[in-house]
């Protein structure tokens, strides 16, 4: 027997099928706006047949989180449907790696949101931003002629932000207080000074400014919140983080500390994870 997990994102659909032994089988699909029962066989069909035949297991539950899947009836032909609200998914995907709670967990999807997660209470959602990996998608085709994340992030990896955004040190000359020169103070305001517009950025530095605005933008709110809520640590989950160069941009943030934000494992499936965990019974739990 085994049980599976479908996570409704606003640009994917993870799906993880977990069975009696081995490894999670892992598959990222389109979006379904509105899911329905008809959607969860095809997903699951998806997903069970790439396995062999002898092998593929019998799934005993489902559980589904994100997007519009409260609408769900209680099962699929025969196999229960179970509910997940997405926040407790998302803390209990960030809590799942053992980071020391109360955490703030960063779900990095299409938008981006804030959970705060701690083992002792329910989850709470804190704030959403409009900022996150449709962002990066909308903004790479306006401003790169291209929505393929891989592309982006490849092109990030070779450019330098700082062609397109203003740094604390360009204004002031400096740092100020704990904020060094190299910090940005505004993402692509460098483009709107006089004296650069004659000079347009390459490709590959567009691209490092869109990766840096997305990335700064959710630690911004997420050390927020983390100094609000006097969290232990920020975890960050999506598919967003997949993209080549992404992690890269947020460990260069000035002041970064790693042993604080962490990066959830295979993290475009967290939030998928976590809902299969709560509906077998788990509980998110506080790391040491």
Excluded: Y
Excluded at 80 to 93: M, S, V
Excluded at 239 to 258: K, M
Aim: aromatic share 2%.
């Amino acid at each position: 027997m085994g049980a599976a997990a479908i996570d409704f994102g606003g640009t994917i659909t993870d799906v993880v099928v977990r069975r009696g032994s081995g490894p999670d089988l892992l598959l990222a699909l389109p979006a379904v706006r509105r899911p329905d029962v008809a959607a969860v066989a095809a997903i699951l069909d998806a997903a069970l047949g790439r396995e062999p035949a002898a092998t593929r297991p019998s799934l005993d539950l489902v559980a589904v989180t994100g997007g519009r899947s409260r609408e769900l009836p209680d099962r699929c032909g025969e196999i229960p449907l179970c509910k997940i609200d997405e926040p407790a998914a998302i803390a209990q995907g960030g809590l799942q790696g053992g980071a020391p709670a109360p955490a703030i967990v960063v779900s990095l999807g299409t938008g981006t949101a804030l959970v705060l997660a701690d083992a002792s209470g329910s989850p709470r959602h804190l704030v959403g931003s409009g900022i996150g990996g449709g962002t990066l998608v909308g903004l790479g085709r306006l401003l790169l002629d291209t929505d393929d994340v891989e592309v982006i992030g490849r092109l990030s990896s070779r450019g330098d932000a700082g062609r397109c955004d203003l740094r604390v040190g360009d204004i002031l000359g400096g740092g100020i207080g704990v904020v060094p020169a190299e910090a940005t103070a505004a993402h692509f305001a460098r483009l709107g000074l006089r004296e650069e517009a004659a000079t347009r950025p390459a490709p590959e530095d567009i691209a490092a400014a869109l990766v840096n605005l997305v990335g700064q933008a959710a630690l911004r709110l997420a050390f927020e919140a983390a100094l609000g809520h006097r969290a232990r640590s920020i975890v960050l989950l999506g598919h967003v983080l997949d993209v080549p160069g992404f992690r890269e941009s947020i460990c260069r943030i000035p002041l970064l500390d790693p042993s604080f934000v962490r990066f959830a494992d295979e993290p475009g499936f967290a939030v998928a994870r976590g809902a299969l965990a709560l509906a077998q019974g788990g509980a998110a739990g506080s790391g040491d």
